[in-house]
C-alpha cells in the first residue's frame, strides 16, 4: 500500500511537470568542471548558493536534474556526467590514492561504453578528458588550487563544455542515458509481476536509495531491504523477495525524495521524519495539514487555520493559498526513521483528508484547558505533548521513538492515546512537582478519551473534574484535595514569601498519592501561618479552606488510584490558574 501510494503520487507530479521522468533524479552540485573542446580542463566553478540555515545564511550545494544516482554500497559503480572528486579526477577516495585511480579509470570505461555511438562535440569532448588526464598529475593542475579542499571532502561535480551548456542539458547525451537506463543488463533481472504496476517484466534486485532523512546515512538508505536468508523466502535473493518492476521501484523512490527533499514540508517527531500528501500531488492539503498538526509556519494565522479546518469538517470545500481543497480528498501521512542502512516505518495513515481534519478537531477539543496569560498558543501541537514527557535538563531531549508513532496514530484515527504518554506525563510532573499547561492537557484528553471509548463515566475521574477550567461545584474527592493543597500553598507563600522550600517541594507526591498521611499536617501547619498573614487576606484563606473542607467528610482517603491523581493534578492546576490570575488583576488594578 506504501510503495503504490507513493508511485501513484509520483504520476501525478510528473504529469504536472513537477517531477522529474525515468532515470533523472535532483542531485545536490558544488562545482562545475569547465573543458574544452580537446577535453582539456579549464576551470573549476563554484555553483554552490546562499541557502538560509536556521537564522544563518550559508554556502550549501544547489539541487540539478541530473541522470539518477547509482546505488553504492563497498564497490564501485560511476554515475553518468556527474560524480565525485574520486570518479571525476581521480582524487580523494577517502586518502586512498589507488581507490580514487580504480574509480576514476571504471567512470571513463563506463563514459565511452554509453557514448561509443554518440556523435556531437559534447560527447566528444567529455571523451578527451577521459583519455588526457593524469590522476596521478591531478594535484599539480593550475584549476584546483583554490578549490581542492571542496573536491576532496565528497562534493558532486558536473562538466560544462567551454561557456556553453552544462553536458547534461546536451540533447544526444540525454538520448544516449535514457537508452541506457531503461536497458542496463545490471536491471535485468528475472521475470516476475511487479506489486505496484501489477505489469510484468524484469524485477529490479537493488532499488534506489532514499535521501536526507534525519539521522539516516548521507548517501541515502533502502525503504524495501532483505540483507539476510532468515528474511527472504523460497530461494529468493535481495529485493525479489517484494517483487518490484524497475519503473515501480524508479516511481516509489522518487516521490519519497521529492517529499523528503521539500525542507518546509517534512515534521519532525522524535527520531522520526514525517511526511504527507494528497491524492493529484496538490500541496495546499499537506501545508494545512502540517500548520494544523505541528504548528509549522503557512501563510495564514492560528485561527485562520481553524476556521479553514472547521469548514472541511463540514464537507466544505476552502480555499489555502489560491487551491482550492476538497474534504474528500485521499491523504496520506508517513512516519520513516533511520535504521542503519534501512529505513523503519512508524506508521502509515491513510483516510479522506476531512476525516483526517475531524479526528484532529476532536483531538484538540479533549485538549483544551485554560491556560496561563502568557501562554499565547491557541493549540498544543504533537510535538508539545510530546516533549511534556522529556526531561528539559537532561542532554538528551528526544522524547521516545515508539511514543512519538504511537500518539500520532491514536491522534489520526481518534483511538485511545497510549498509555506510555500518561507514563511520561506523571513521570515529569513527579519529579519536577510541576503541572504545565501541556501535562493538564495530557490528563484531560486521556482520560476523556476512554471515557469516550467505555461509552459511561470512570467514576474515579468523572466528567466534572473534566473540565476547561475550574469547576467549583465539584464534589469529587480528588479534585477537591488537589485544590486544597493549591490553597495550602497559596496560604504559605503569603506567610512565607521567598521561602526556599515549599510545601509543594516537600509533599506534592505524597500529598496526591496517599493524602490520609499528609493533608492533616498541611493544614495544622496552615493554621500557623494563617496568623501571620494580615485580617483581610487570612480571612479569604480561611473562607477557602473551610468551603474546601466542608465537602471532604470526616476522612481523608487513605491512597488514590492513578485516574484519582489525576483528578488531584487537575484540581490543582485549575485552582493554581485562577489564583494567579487574580493576583495578575491585583497588579494591574
Not at 513537477?18 to 577535453?39: H, M, N, T, Y
Not at 599539480?140 to 561557456?163: M, S, T
Request: with cysteine; charged share 25%.
Amino acid at each position: 500500500m506504501i510503495l503504490q501510494a507513493l508511485a501513484e503520487y509520483y504520476e501525478s507530479l510528473r504529469a504536472q511537470g513537477k517531477i522529474d521522468p525515468p532515470g533523472w533524479a535532483q542531485v545536490k552540485v558544488s562545482c562545475g568542471l569547465r573543458i574544452d573542446g580537446q577535453g582539456r580542463l579549464l576551470q573549476v566553478i563554484d555553483l554552490r548558493t546562499p541557502q538560509p540555515r536556521g537564522k544563518k545564511t550559508v554556502l550549501a550545494p544547489q539541487l540539478i536534474r541530473l541522470p539518477a544516482p547509482v546505488k553504492r554500497s563497498s564497490g564501485i559503480s560511476p554515475n553518468f556526467l556527474w560524480d565525485n572528486a574520486a570518479y571525476l579526477l581521480g582524487i580523494g577516495g577517502k586518502g586512498d590514492a589507488r581507490r580514487a585511480r580504480d574509480c576514476f579509470e571504471a567512470c571513463g570505461d563506463f563514459h565511452r561504453r554509453l557514448l561509443q555511438d554518440v556523435d556531437s562535440s559534447a560527447a566528444r569532448a567529455l571523451l578527451a578528458f577521459f583519455e588526457t588526464w593524469d590522476p596521478d598529475r591531478a594535484r599539480e593542475h593550475p584549476a584546483l588550487g583554490q578549490e581542492e579542499e571542496e573536491l576532496l571532502i565528497g562534493a558532486n561535480l558536473v562538466f560544462r563544455l567551454e561557456d556553453q551548456e552544462y553536458l547534461q542539458e546536451d540533447p544526444s547525451l540525454q538520448e544516449a542515458w535514457e537508452q541506457a537506463w531503461s536497458g542496463r543488463e545490471e536491471d535485468q533481472g528475472p521475470e516476475g509481476v511487479c506489486l505496484i504496476t501489477g505489469r510484468r517484466g524484469p524485477i529490479q534486485s537493488v532499488h534506489p536509495a532514499v535521501k536526507n532523512v534525519a539521522g539516516a546515512q548521507p548517501s541515502g538508505a533502502a525503504l524495501v531491504s532483505f540483507n539476510a536468508p532468515a528474511f527472504c523466502s523460497y530461494g529468493k535473493e535481495q529485493n525479489l523477495n517484494a517483487p518490484t518492476g524497475k519503473y515501480g521501484a524508479f516511481a516509489y523512490t522518487s516521490a519519497l525524495n521529492h517529499l523528503l527533499a521539500d525542507r518546509e514540508h517534512v515534521a519532525r517527531l522524535g527520531d522520526s521524519s514525517v511526511v504527507c500528501w494528497a491524492r493529484g500531488g496538490e500541496i495546499g492539503y499537506t501545508a494545512l495539514f502540517e500548520g494544523m498538526l505541528c504548528g509549522t509556519d503557512t501563510p495564514y494565522t492560528e485561527a485562520e487555520l481553524q476556521r479553514m479546518a472547521l469548514a472541511l469538517c463540514r464537507g466544505e470545500s476552502v480555499e489555502f493559498d489560491q487551491a482550492l481543497l476538497d474534504p474528500d480528498t485521499d491523504f496520506y501521512v508517513l512516519g520513516i526513521s533511520p535504521n542503519s542502512a534501512r529505513l523503519s516505518v512508524r506508521f502509515f495513515l491513510h483516510n479522506t483528508f476531512g476525516r483526517f481534519l475531524q479526528n484532529l478537531q476532536a483531538h484538540q477539543a479533549r485538549l483544551e484547558i485554560a491556560r496561563p496569560s502568557w501562554d499565547k498558543r491557541e493549540n498544543l501541537n504533537v510535538w508539545s505533548l510530546l516533549n511534556e514527557t522529556v526531561n528539559q535538563n537532561s542532554r538528551e531531549k528526544a522524547p521516545s521513538p515508539d511514543l512519538a508513532g504511537e500518539l500520532m496514530r491514536a491522534i489520526l484515527e481518534n483511538t485511545p492515546y497510549p498509555a506510555t504518554l500518561l507514563n511520561g506525563a506523571e513521570l515529569r510532573i513527579r519529579a519536577e512537582r510541576q503541572i504545565t499547561r501541556g501535562r493538564a492537557a495530557i490528563l484531560k484528553a486521556y482520560y476523556t478519551k476512554l471515557t469516550e471509548q467505555r461509552g459511561q463515566e470512570m467514576p474515579d475521574i468523572p466528567k466534572e473534574v473534566l473540565t476547561v477550567s475550574l469547576n467549583p461545584q465539584s464534589e469529587q474527592i480528588p479534585y477537591t484535595l488537589g485544590r486544597l493543597f493549591s490553597v495550602l500553598e497559596a496560604i504559605q507563600a503569603s506567610a512565607n514569601p521567598g521561602i526556599n522550600a515549599t510545601i509543594r517541594d516537600r509533599y506534592f507526591n505524597s500529598a496526591c498519592a496517599t493524602p490520609a498521611l499528609v493533608f492533616p499536617t498541611l493544614i495544622k501547619l496552615a493554621q500557623k501561618h494563617l496568623k501571620k498573614i494580615d485580617g483581610g487576606l487570612q480571612a479569604y484563606f480561611d473562607r477557602q479552606l473551610t468551603g474546601l473542607l466542608a465537602g471532604m467528610g470526616q476522612q481523608f482517603p487513605d491512597r488514590l488510584s492513578l485516574p484519582q491523581q489525576g483528578a488531584f493534578q487537575l484540581g490543582y492546576y485549575q485552582q493554581n490558574l485562577v489564583r494567579y490570575q487574580k493576583k495578575e488583576e491585583k497588579n494591574h488594578a
